[in-house]
């Protein structure tokens, strides 16, 4: 039968609507400011501490739209900013200490469509407000670790190949090795050599009888420290950023050194340097048990040991040796110990994070090791009316725990007081490893109120250009005109459902691609509507011509519309942040368009003109 869908096709076309309906409709209804409490280091989330952060707020006669408890954190919504600011104010004075703060915009979705999974598409830093940051990577400490790794690695392969040496010491980011006579020196150089390919070894000078190795890097070893610096702390603050609640962070490369960091929402701008700042790694030591940390303390460090402070208060003295770095762990999850019950956290090493371990724990079973978290601050301040950065170093010992057997690179650390911190402490080892310190070196923020102007002109283009072409359409093919322009608002909905859909990131570019989809969509439609135009003057019946129309139309439609899809994915695979925003949107539009504009109209129009004789076409 001619121009007709059957039922099941309008059903399914209906249906299709529905779902982009409901998926898209969480996007009208906007964002609370909010403020969001998540704990810090053993501090717990629950109903006690919400009640008192209610009594705080009530008690300074701020009203609170809605509270939300979950277990990792709070979220407490308000009428408008400055409520917000106050209460986050009130809040940090008192609990500062052992949570974290952070001013945000919590999607006002209603519970129904929660229910569904359906929720709002992220707005980009340039529409939603938040703050930027340029992040530098300090490229030389990096190649430092990287050296003081190596010497201790070469220091331990000699002793196990009975080589001995009179010292290894790190000059310059090379490692001088002494060696008591030259024939020592010329086995280590043959089998150091074997060992340690990505490392070259050279007779030094030697001003006395004793020969000297000198290893240093290969420039191919050197530029895969740097690489592996700069992409270990991208996935660090990843992670970091993702497991602390930011919400839907842009984190990329910029350069050989430098990383850009925008956290949309955010408006604790001094919150967020916290959360990035908190440049840390980890080290694993033994504890030197055979002197006392109390007599160190009050007089002379014995030679090869170190004091830490810890966490909980006092003093540890640990072996100065390295076991391993965060940098060799992969895996760490919190948990519960079989045998006693108590928390636990499991650690999964790399393969030569793991061999160091094996021989460390070996011979030494039943003695106690601790994980020392090691924090690399920045402070800025003001020194003759000019900008001076301070570098510190801050050391502390989080945890201390007893080898209970020989294990390499899985193991699990107990000695935890609870399974708070047993997910800090797994955290920590997860995410809070960097390769190397970094540093903010720009940093800025975009105001709500700005990103409200950015929506509101956007959302007036998106307007404008929609109501032209609704009423050129309209004037210019009359009844297939209004068919055509019931299509193109259901290819904005569409549109607005895949974003949310995928929670996709919507920038300034991103509208853009959406005003230039709004141009694009009635093409289809515009050849269609021709081609019909053109059979009926050739002498065609309305029925005939409507479905040559349609089925003549789809190639040249298809290859126009396959052109630019992949315009727009080159655009997307090589392009940066913004050119990315437009090329999805654009991306998605040209599919969506291709439904509506094809399948759309022609059930529209095989509704109103199928099955029944006509003599005429209002097109």
Not at 120 to 134: A, S
Not at 449 to 456: F, H, R, T, Y
Not at 490 to 498: E, P, R, Y
Not at 517 to 533: H, P, Q, S, W
């Amino acid at each position: 039968m001619m121009n007709h869908f059957p039922v099941w096709k309008n059903l399914l076309i209906a249906l299709t609507l529905v779902v982009a309906a409901i998926y898209a409709l969480p996007n009208l209804y906007g964002d609370d400011p909010s403020v969001q409490i998540s704990p810090l280091r053993g501090a717990v989330i629950n109903s006690s501490l919400l009640a008192d952060v209610n009594q705080q707020l009530a008690a300074e006669h701020i009203k609170v739209l809605k509270d939300e408890l979950s277990e990792q954190q709070i979220l407490l919504r308000f009428d408008n900013t400055a409520d917000q600011l106050q209460a986050a104010d009130i809040i940090k004075a008192s609990l500062a200490k052992n949570y974290v703060v952070a001013l945000n915009l919590a999607p006002a979705t209603p519970q129904w469509l929660r229910s569904l999974n359906a929720s709002p598409m992220y707005l980009g830093l340039d529409l939603r407000g938040g703050v930027h940051f340029l992040l530098e990577v300090d490229m030389e400490a990096a190649e430092k670790q990287a050296v003081n790794r190596h010497a201790s690695d070469i220091r331990q392969f000699l002793r196990e190949n009975k080589l001995r040496y009179l010292s290894v010491l790190i000059r310059d980011n090379n490692i001088s090795i002494k060696f008591r006579n030259q024939d020592i020196h010329d086995q280590a150089l043959e089998q150091l050599t074997r060992q340690f390919r990505n490392w070259e070894f050279n007779a030094g000078d030697s001003s006395s009888n004793s020969p000297v190795l000198i290893a240093s890097m290969t420039a191919n070893e050197l530029k895969e420290v740097r690489k592996y610096a700069l992409q270990q702390n991208i996935i660090t603050l990843k992670n970091r950023v993702n497991e602390l609640g930011v919400a839907e962070p842009v984190i990329q490369q910029q350069g050989d050194n430098r990383i850009v960091v925008e956290l949309p929402g955010v408006q604790d701008t001094a919150r967020a340097k916290e959360i990035l700042g908190a440049t840390a790694t980890l080290e694993y030591h033994l504890v030197d048990v055979e002197h006392s940390a109390a007599s160190a303390q009050a007089g002379r460090v014995p030679l090869g040991s170190k004091l830490y402070p810890r966490r909980d208060g006092g003093v540890a003295l640990l072996k100065k040796q390295i076991i391993v770095t965060g940098n060799e762990i992969i895996g760490a999850s919190s948990g519960i110990e079989g045998d006693t019950g108590s928390a636990m956290v499991s650690v999964t090493l790399d393969g030569p994070g793991g061999k160091k371990m094996s021989n460390i724990t070996r011979n030494n079973v039943g003695k106690p090791m601790a994980v020392v978290f090691i924090e690399h601050r920045t402070e800025t301040k003001i020194v003759d009316g000019k900008k001076v950065r301070y570098k510190t170093i801050v050391e502390e010992v989080i945890n201390v725990a007893t080898i209970r057997g020989h294990f390499s690179n899985r193991f699990q650390t107990t000695g935890l007081d609870n399974s708070a911190e047993a997910r800090d402490l797994a955290l920590l080892l997860r995410a809070g490893a960097l390769a190397a310190p970094i540093d903010i070196v720009e940093e800025r923020t975009v105001g709500p109120s700005l990103g409200k102007d950015n929506i509101e002109m956007g959302f007036n283009s998106v307007l404008i250009g929609f109501a032209l072409v609704l009423v050129f359409m309209v004037l210019y093919y009359k009844t297939f005109g209004l068919f055509a322009d019931i299509a193109l608002a259901t290819n904005l909905v569409f549109i607005i459902a895949v974003l949310s859909l995928l929670q996709a990131t919507l920038t300034l570019p991103g509208i853009a691609g959406i005003v230039l989809t709004v141009g694009m969509a009635v093409d289809a439609n515009v050849l269609i509507f021709e081609r019909i135009k053109e059979e009926l003057r050739n002498g065609n019946s309305p029925q005939a011509s409507i479905a040559a129309g349609y089925e003549k139309a789809f190639s040249t439609i298809a290859d126009a519309n396959v052109t630019t899809l992949i315009a727009a994915v080159i655009l997307f695979g090589f392009g940066t942040g913004p050119i990315k925003g437009f090329a999805i949107t654009l991306s998605i539009g040209i599919l969506t368009s291709m439904f509506t504009a094809i399948v759309g109209t022609r059930a529209l129009v095989n509704l109103t003109y199928g099955q029944r004789q006509i003599d005429t076409l209002k097109i």
